[in-house]
């Protein structure tokens, strides 16, 4: 076949366009078959476990147990935490009483019918003038408080070292136990007696590096582990209160870049302190410190003057969000429609806008709520939330089996419940994502804005 020359130039012009040489992209068709979904962030305080403000109350040797009214009435405050400091100066050369075992018992159980965790202590005064007791009765009393640790790790968040001098603090003693032997053997006491997934904080960056010799950050290999070291973390007594805070640092560069990794996997909490040789910390200054460290928790009652600095400066309430872990929802690509028996893929982007990640384990899950009669099937996910660290985007793609789901429409949730059996259905101990929309205070789960079609 033969073609003149004005059938040719035709041809070189329509295989020129439909190759896309006209200087732009080709439109890719519409996938219908996926939903992209873009999720709106929510600027709302949320009240998520074993983070955020939290009040210290304290109570001496066979005191008043925790009031069930004031613990009810800490979610009007977006309270989920306490620290609850023990005294034990009546017990300095004696094994606990029947009647301050009773105490502790007694103050768990109030904790776990409230919905709340604590930040626990131990200490034997509350006085630098006063004793505190040998190593041999603090090894005795952890022995004896074992069985009530094991028993209530569930609603144990955290555990500050304490035992050591006045408060606890780790500083003034009339029993020789502030050397590195005798600090040692109280650490190691701790992780003894305490249930291996729950941690440990110690009073500065400098002790856990002599207790365990070393001074490089732990990483991730270590970190998410329950190794000793992986489970000991700082609190700060003295946060922002002077050059040093108080002596908590020694070089202070370089043991805050020390704790800003560690931070990663260790939780660093505390509270302020009224300050000497710095002012009052702005709002900048206690963001960018918060940020650095990591804060997870800080003292609701003290110091006083610095708390209100920051309400009157309008930045309390953005602590308020930002203390420990807030994660939310970026976007998400699921297929509208799947087959019975086959496999779902999970493809969503999360981010953790809070100051410091999540350290405890949590079991999480992918639920489908069917649209017809509300019956749910749970799939475990495997990912770990811990993983989430704050200012990244976190790529959740997972697949999951549909086996035993059977064909209907439904609703897709995410949730991320506590991984104690005895709270795992608790809605006060399930991780509210900071998303508007998607919460189900009625479940403790999270929507994901998704209709899913099981032919």
């Given amino acids: 076949m033969k073609y003149n020359l004005i059938t040719l130039f035709f041809l070189s012009a329509i295989i020129s366009c439909s190759s896309g040489d006209n200087g732009e992209d080709p439109i890719d068709p519409i996938d219908d078959t996926v939903n992209n979904i873009t999720y ?3 600027s709302e305080v949320i009240s998520n476990p074993e983070r955020g403000f939290m009040h210290l109350w304290s109570v001496t040797s066979e005191g008043s147990p925790l009031n069930l009214t004031t ?10 935490i306490i620290n609850r400091v023990y005294y034990l100066e009546a017990f300095k050369d004696s094994d ?6 009773d105490l502790i018992s007694t103050d768990f159980e109030m904790l776990r019918t409230t919905g709340i965790k604590c930040v626990l202590r131990f200490a034997y005064n509350s006085d630098p003038n006063d ?21 209530n790790a569930d609603v144990i968040a955290f555990v500050q070292a304490g035992l050591i001098g006045s408060w606890g603090e780790w500083y003034y003693t009339t029993n020789n136990l502030t050397t590195l032997e005798n600090k040692t053997a109280v650490a190691n006491k701790l992780l003894e007696v305490f249930p291996k997934e729950i941690k440990i904080q110690v009073r500065t960056p400098l002790y856990k590096q002599e207790i365990f010799n070393y001074s490089t950050p732990i990483d991730a290999t270590v970190g998410y582990g329950t190794s000793d070291i992986a489970r000991v973390g700082f609190h700060n007594d003295c946060f ?16 805050k870049s020390y704790i800003s990794n560690e931070a990663l996997f260790v939780p660093t909490g505390g509270e302020t302190c009224p300050p000497t040789d710095v002012p009052i910390a702005s709002c900048s200054t206690a963001e960018s410190e918060m940020k650095l460290l990591k804060w997870t928790y800080l003292n609701l009652d003290y110091y006083g003057p610095v708390l209100q600095e920051w309400r009157n400066n309008n930045c309390f309430t953005d602590f308020q969000r930002k203390l420990g872990y807030r994660l939310l929802l970026k976007s998400a690509t699921l297929k509208k429609e799947a087959t019975t028996n086959s496999n779902y893929l999970l493809n ?26 509300a019956t749910m099937y749970k799939k475990a996910l495997s990912f770990d939330v811990r993983r989430i660290a704050p200012n990244t985007d976190f790529e959740l793609k997972e697949s999951i089996s549909l086996s035993g789901i059977p064909a209907d429409k439904y609703e897709l949730f995410l949730k991320i419940e506590d991984s104690y059996e005895t709270l795992s259905e608790r809605v006060e101990y399930s991780i509210q994502l900071a998303n508007s929309s998607t919460w ?7 929507k994901l804005l998704h209709t899913l079609t099981i032919n």
Avoid at 71 to 80: A, F, G, I
Avoid at 132 to 151: G, M, S, T, Y
Avoid at 440 to 446: K, P, R, V
Wanted: no cysteine; charged share 20%.
């Fill in 40 to 42: 709106d962030a929510s």
């Fill in 71 to 80: 613990l009810q009435n800490l979610k009007n405050e977006n309270v989920t």
């Fill in 96 to 101: 606990l009483s029947t009647a301050e075992l």
């Fill in 131 to 151: 004793t505190d007791a040998p190593l041999n009765i603090i090894e005795r009393h952890l022995d004896q408080l074992k069985p009530i640790f094991v028993a």
């Fill in 240 to 255: 922002l209160a002077s050059a040093n805070d108080y002596g908590t640092y020694q070089n202070v560069s370089a043991e």
């Fill in 348 to 373: 969503a982007v999360l981010q953790n806008k809070g100051f410091a990640p999540i350290y405890n384990v949590k079991n999480s899950f992918l639920v489908f709520k069917s649209v017809t009669d």
């Fill in 440 to 446: 189900d205070a009625n479940t403790g789960m999270n």
